[in-house]
């Protein structure tokens, strides 16, 4: 319902005018740390363009990569990721990962990712990087939201389906993202659970794109 008639000349309605509320479902999450990039030999060096295993995401999430270094301690790695954020635009995040084995969190959202471009130093046989999803809470893994939130107030509720079990979360200010739109979970995300997310969005900026191009 549109609470306010006086609508701009141009038809743009702003969230303020629209009476209505959004509940987004997120079924079953992937679990995934190699969704996007399942194990990219880099025993050669630098890997100008990284093999996509799956170009979209199940939900728009963020980022995990993950470097593994056969023996030794001294493998570093930069990740370039190009990409599309839930809303079409274009994104481009860089995730690095040094002393050998470990994993680099990133906090922007990608919907899609098209590109992964890998500087190595220090590779040798056997090594291999993947990417895919952040899940742990302590790594901040974020769920992308389909619409722009302003405030961490625009989030009324969520449920968390944990395991078939419906529990209420407790929605703070250090769980919404509103540079990115997303929703922190407040435990890891688990591939067996489910989220259903209430929210009335309230940020709106004239002019900005409304046409999401995934």
């Known amino acids: 319902m549109i609470k306010n008639r006086n609508i701009d000349k141009n038809a743009e309605i702003s969230p303020a005018k629209l009476d209505r509320y959004e509940q987004y479902c997120v079924i079953k999450p992937s679990a995934s740390a190699s969704w996007f990039v399942s194990s990219e030999d880099i025993s050669g060096g630098s890997v100008a363009a990284a093999t996509i295993a799956n ?18 301690s001294d493998l570093a790695v930069s990740a370039v990721v190009v990409g599309e954020d839930q809303f079409g635009a274009p994104v481009t995040e860089t995730l ?3 002393g050998g084995t470990g994993t680099a969190a990133g906090s922007k959202i990608f919907a899609k990712v098209t ?5 190595v130093t220090s590779g040798a046989a056997s090594d291999v990087v993947s990417l895919g999803y952040v899940i742990t809470n302590s790594g901040s893994a974020k769920i992308g939201l389909p619409a722009k939130i302003g ?4 989030i009324k509720a969520v449920t968390w389906i944990d395991a078939g079990t419906a529990k209420m979360e407790v929605v703070a200010t250090g769980d919404i993202d509103t540079t990115y739109h997303a929703y922190q979970p407040n435990q890891d ?3 067996g659970d489910d989220y259903i997310i209430l929210f ?3 940020k709106w900026k004239q002019g900005q794109s409304v046409d999401a191009d995934l």
């Open 55 to 72: 170009e979209r995401a199940d939900y728009p999430r963020n980022l995990l990569l993950t470097s593994t270094e056969d023996s030794g």
């Open 96 to 98: 690095a990962t040094t």
């Open 115 to 119: 590109s992964v471009a890998l500087t």
């Open 151 to 154: 405030v961490y107030t625009d």
């Open 189 to 191: 995300i688990d591939a």
């Open 200 to 202: 009335k969005p309230t």
